[in-house]
C-alpha cells in the first residue's frame, strides 16, 4: 500500500502539467521498478559489505609464514 501512494506521488511529480493517465503510468512503471531492483540492490550491498569486512578482518591477522620460508644465509 505504501508502495502505491509513493508510486503515486512520484508519477505526479514526474508527470508536471501533464497531469492524469500519464502520471498515472509513470507512478506505476516507477513502483513496480523500485519493487524489482531495491531486493536486488540490498542483496548486491550486502555481499559488498561482508566482502569488505572479511578484507578488512584478514588484513589485520599478522602474516604466519612456515619455518622452511626463511632464507638461509
Same mark, same amino acid.
Given at each position: +500500500?505504501?508502495?502505491?501512494?509513493?508510486?503515486? +506521488?512520484?508519477?505526479? %511529480? #514526474?508527470?508536471?502539467?501533464?497531469?492524469? &493517465?500519464?502520471? !498515472?503510468?509513470?507512478?506505476?512503471? !516507477? !513502483?513496480? #521498478?523500485? $519493487?524489482? *531492483? /531495491?531486493?536486488? #540492490? /540490498?542483496? /548486491?550491498? !550486502?555481499?559488498?559489505? =561482508?566482502?569488505?569486512?572479511? %578484507?578488512?578482518? $584478514?588484513? %589485520? %591477522? *599478522?602474516? &604466519?609464514?612456515? =619455518? &622452511?620460508? &626463511?632464507?638461509?644465509?
Amino acid at each position: +500500500m505504501l508502495g502505491k501512494i509513493a508510486g503515486a +506521488m512520484l508519477g505526479k %511529480r #514526474l508527470a508536471g502539467r501533464n497531469a492524469g &493517465t500519464k502520471g !498515472a503510468l509513470l507512478g506505476f512503471g !516507477a !513502483a513496480a #521498478l523500485a $519493487r524489482r *531492483s /531495491v531486493p536486488a #540492490l /540490498v542483496a /548486491v550491498t !550486502a555481499a559488498g559489505w =561482508g566482502f569488505n569486512k572479511w %578484507r578488512e578482518r $584478514r588484513a %589485520r %591477522r *599478522s602474516p &604466519t609464514y612456515p =619455518g &622452511t620460508a &626463511t632464507p638461509d644465509y
